[in-house]
């Protein structure tokens, strides 16, 4: 028996607005580790669903499968930590609710957790379907996130298998605003990477916008990274420079006594330079907005009701 829990796999689904999604998703997962004798629990995560979402849930009725549901939406962050924390097994699956990433990976990346990997990444193979302007801010953003932090997030995805070891390192990092993708490697531990296909949403909509994805990349930029506030610096040593040369040119100017024609380089200087400082204080401010969220210790998510109960002992 002891064995058997050790070996069980929790699976943890965030789902907003996913009604029509549930039902399917936990069949197929049930299904594919069924098939391969794996015993598992599947952890919902209602993230303040304004749909039917949470209903489908409580219908489900199954002993392998639980659920959790959020006060109002806390984001998907919150939701995989809420999981984390909720999980009984030694072995801790991520995945989407909408089927784009393959529960038929599930067993081979389980094969890899019993050959000892702590976390098993899966990357997407492709980027799936998006468009040109989507794949231009994607790439940028990557970039700059990899010279930054030394990590590796191209093509990461939320759909990861983690050993217990690596789960409780993760809830044990105190801070609030949190990067899964990033975190889940930024730990360390014995990984491997393994590769999919993004395959199209089942149903529904994606919950990204544009507005949302910019104060995504915005905020995890910051948290991973403090090249927006090197960048200030970086600009401030070029137009030093620049300034020097100007400065050079003003007073040669003045010393021959041509100096009249000065008024567009004061206009110029100051426009410059103000915008250059308006930038860098937004910047500072951003991250002291972002100290000012850490400093509150607000939980993460808060939980209204649970469903079901998983035949493990605790
Ligand atoms: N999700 C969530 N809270 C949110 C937004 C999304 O729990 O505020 C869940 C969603 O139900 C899905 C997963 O996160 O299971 C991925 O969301 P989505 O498919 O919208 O993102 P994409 O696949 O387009 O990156
Ligand atoms: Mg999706």
């Known amino acids: 028996m002891k064995i058997e829990r050790n070996d069980m796999l929790s699976v943890i689904i965030p789902a907003f607005n996913e009604e029509d999604n549930v039902l399917n998703v936990a069949g197929r997962i049930k299904e594919v580790l069924n098939d391969n004798k794996i015993s598992f629990e599947i952890i919902f995560i209602d993230d303040g669903s304004a749909d039917g979402t949470w209903a489908v849930i409580n219908g489900l009725k199954d002993k392998n499968i639980r659920g959790i549901r959020f006060s109002r939406n806390f984001g998907k962050e919150g939701a995989i930590f809420a999981g ?43 980027r799936g379907r998006e468009s040109f302007f989507y794949k231009l801010c994607s790439k940028l953003f990557y970039k700059i996130m990899e010279s930054s932090s030394n990590i590796d997030v191209k093509r990461a995805s939320d759909f990861k298998l983690l050993d217990r070891k690596a789960v409780d390192a993760l809830l044990r990092l105190p801070e609030r605003l949190t990067f899964f993708r990033a975190l889940s490697s930024w730990i360390g ?57 100007l400065g050079s040119y003003t007073i040669v100017e003045f010393v021959q006594g041509k100096s009249l ?26 991250y002291i907005s972002k100290i000012y969220e850490e400093i509150k210790f607000r939980p993460r998510f808060i939980i209204k009701e649970e469903v079901g109960e998983s035949d493990v002992e605790e």
């Open 84 to 126: 984390l924390g909720a999980a009984k097994g030694n072995c801790v699956l991520v995945i989407d609710c909408d089927l784009q990433h393959p529960p038929e990976l599930i067993p081979r990346m389980y094969g890899f957790w019993r050959e000892g990997y702590e976390v098993v990444e899966a990357k997407k193979q492709s």
């Open 261 to 286: 024609a000065g008024y567009p380089t004061t206009v110029l200087l100051i426009l410059i330079v103000g915008s250059f400082l308006m930038i860098g204080l937004g910047v500072i401010g951003y």
């Open 189 to 245: 531990f014995k990984t491997i990477e393994i590769e999919f296909e993004v395959a199209p949403r089942t149903s529904g909509k994606t919950k990204w916008n544009y507005k949302k994805l910019i104060s995504f990349a915005i905020s995890n930029l910051t948290s991973f990274s403090n090249v927006p506030m090197q960048f200030i610096t970086f600009a401030g040593i070029i137009f030093l420079i620049f300034a020097f040369i």
